[in-house]
């Protein structure tokens, strides 16, 4: 079983270098298992041109230790804990540097719902966290950018299912999904609409989109009325 998360865990790495949205070692991709005791994610530091199945690594949920593998896990190992031990729906977690994402991020900006591309993937804004105290930097600085993500779901009351990714200010997109390869469809979409955001924006500051266009697209695609596409 965890032979084949780890094909998946890899081949969705590979997908983020090859769509675009991570370059040299940047970013990262987890899978859960189906028990959800262990989670395999990409070795840090690992140029993508030289990473195979075998290169993943397998920590134990529980304690957070590595299980398996002959890397040191990713750095970014415990956001990605974080959102497994809170949300039991998320089944796969990408983190990438994406420029445009980065920009809203780095300008602690929501990306606004401003047309149908958005709302056929994202429930409304995607939202940007807050920024980390310095206490909260110095000791334990990944696992509470994970406290930061679920408290901003938390706050803003919604299904992190509905908005499957986030902006974590100052430092970049966490996205997710029900597998490893739909946490990094998410990361893609993210930034492809950031890019139409940003543009947006520059063209027309005041543009914006009535919640009854968001919400007639999104359920289009989405919930137990869904029509668009094949049966």
């Known amino acids: 079983m965890l032979d084949e998360l780890k094909e998946k865990v890899c081949a969705a790495n590979l997908e983020l270098f090859e769509k675009g ?51 040191k896990p990713s750095s970014d190992t415990p956001t990605h804990l974080e959102l497994y031990r809170r949300y ?23 990306i606004p719902a401003l047309g149908t591309t958005h709302a056929d993937y994202f429930w409304g804004d995607i939202p940007c966290t807050r920024e980390l105290t310095e206490e909260e930097v110095v000791n334990g600085y990944e ?27 100052n430092h970049g997109p966490f ?18 609409i950031a890019e139409m955001a940003l543009k947006t924006i ?9 919640d009854y266009i968001l919400d007639k697209h999104y359920y289009r695609k989405h919930g137990d009325n869904a029509y668009y596409g094949q049966v």
């Open 21 to 71: 949205v991570v370059i040299y070692t940047w970013g990262n991709v987890s899978g859960i298992s189906d028990d959800r005791k262990y989670i395999v994610i990409k070795p840090s530091g690992v140029d993508y041109k030289e990473m195979f199945p075998d290169d993943m690594v397998v920590i134990d949920v529980k304690s957070g230790e590595v299980v398996e593998g002959k890397w």
């Open 88 to 110: 039991y729906e998320i089944k796969g977690v990408a983190h990438t540097h994406s420029v445009n994402a980065v920009a809203f991020a780095q300008a602690g900006m929501d």
């Open 143 to 169: 696992k509470n950018t994970g406290k930061v993500i679920i408290e901003t779901i938390t706050d803003r009351l919604y299904n992190p299912m509905d908005i499957p990714g986030i902006l974590v200010k």
């Open 175 to 192: 996205n997710w999904g029900n597998s490893p390869r739909n946490a990094v469809y998410n990361s893609v979409v993210m930034e492809t």
């Open 202 to 210: 520059v063209l027309n500051p005041a543009a914006e989109m009535k």
